[in-house]
């Protein structure tokens, strides 16, 4: 498909039906994915926003099958790549998928990153599997990466050990790595935690370049609703392993519906407004272990009512497009 297709005329790439991810622990189950459903088009850049234990970080995981034993499982569900469910493959398979068609930046690249093997042979390793390059190949392809995410002086940092690096390069190294073999989708886990704000920028501002000259889709996953609206075209609000929310970037910052979605967005420092104290959104994330009885919200929602105590909503269409979870909408 041309790359200047307009979005709503591309065809899915990714679809996750129904998908639930649960740990198998001594003190019970706990839900961290909960029945989701998501679409990606090709091409498209997703975000998925929420609080810290909604369950975003191991969506990623469950669509690369790489969600922590034994205690965790996916006990159900369907991820469609290109029609076909990678849920049912053999592990042989899966791994041909991984890095290769879909590949993954991890949240904290120094932990991602082997300390004891240089940024070459960490970066050629993922060439040599897939594309079958000799060795010699993989330093050139290698050097052509850093090359392409802003790295100077490619041929020298290529023999350098993660921790010569500084946390800004470290990052882009996970980038040139994920991008290695072109994969069709690229599933950035908070790319840009711990970077100050001008790499953080240069950081995103790469990653859109490159998913606009090479087609990929990315599902951006992030805490940071000012990343989501620079770099997403839809979004999905995610709270306690389920999507609250979902619609397409600007209608949802200008007509945002869930009241958690309005709690993130009122929490959110404005230039030139003056305030003695930000909002916040009262109570914490319930844990996955002990989750409210009806809307997983409404021990921390102002429109709670003993319907939203008692009984959980569908995720329904508002308006074309535009999702919620919420009887106030019903």
């Known amino acids: 498909m041309p790359r200047n297709t307009p979005l709503e005329h591309r065809l899915p790439i990714l679809t996750i039906q129904n998908l639930k991810t649960y740990f198998f622990t001594d003190a019970g ?24 234990g909604c369950g975003k970080s191991m969506t ?20 469609l790549f290109n029609g076909s469910d990678i849920l049912s493959i053999s592990e042989q398979e899966m791994i041909k998928v991984r890095g290769n068609k879909i590949s993954m930046i991890f949240q904290e690249p120094m932990t991602s990153l082997n300390p004891v093997f240089t940024i070459g042979e960490q970066i050629s390793e993922t060439l040599r599997f897939h594309r079958k390059l000799s060795r ?21 940092r290529i023999k350098d050990y993660p921790s010569q690096l500084s946390g800004g390069m470290r990052q882009r190294v996970m980038i040139a790595m994920a991008l290695a073999c072109r994969p069709k989708i690229i599933i950035a886990d908070e790319p840009t ?56 970037v600007e209608e949802l910052f200008n007509h945002p519906l869930h009241p958690y979605t309005l709690g993130l967005m009122e929490s959110i420092p404005r230039v030139g407004s003056r305030k003695d104290r930000l909002n916040t959104i009262p109570g914490l994330v319930p844990s996955v272990l002990e989750l409210p009885l009806g809307c997983k919200f409404s021990d921390r929602c102002s429109y709670s009512r003993p319907k939203c105590e008692e009984e959980e909503p569908d995720l329904l269409e508002y308006k074309p497009g535009h999702l919620v979870r919420c009887w106030k909408y019903v």
């Open 29 to 52: 189950v706990a839900k961290a994915v909960d029945g989701l459903n998501l679409t990606l088009l090709q091409g498209e850049s997703l975000g998925i926003v929420g609080e810290s």
């Open 60 to 79: 990623g995981l469950s669509i690369l099958r790489l969600v922590p034993k034994p205690f965790g499982r996916i006990v159900s569900g369907r991820i």
């Open 136 to 156: 010699k190949e993989g330093f050139d392809r290698s050097i052509e990466l850093l090359t392409q995410v802003g790295i100077p002086s490619p041929e020298l």
């Open 193 to 248: 935690t711990a970077l100050d704000v001008t790499i953080q920028a240069q950081i995103l501002d790469l990653m859109q370049k490159l998913r606009e000259e090479t087609d990929s889709a990315i599902i951006l996953i992030t805490h940071d609703l000012g990343v989501i609206a620079e770099n997403a075209q839809h979004v999905a609000v995610m709270y306690t392993g389920r999507v609250f929310e979902f619609a397409e």
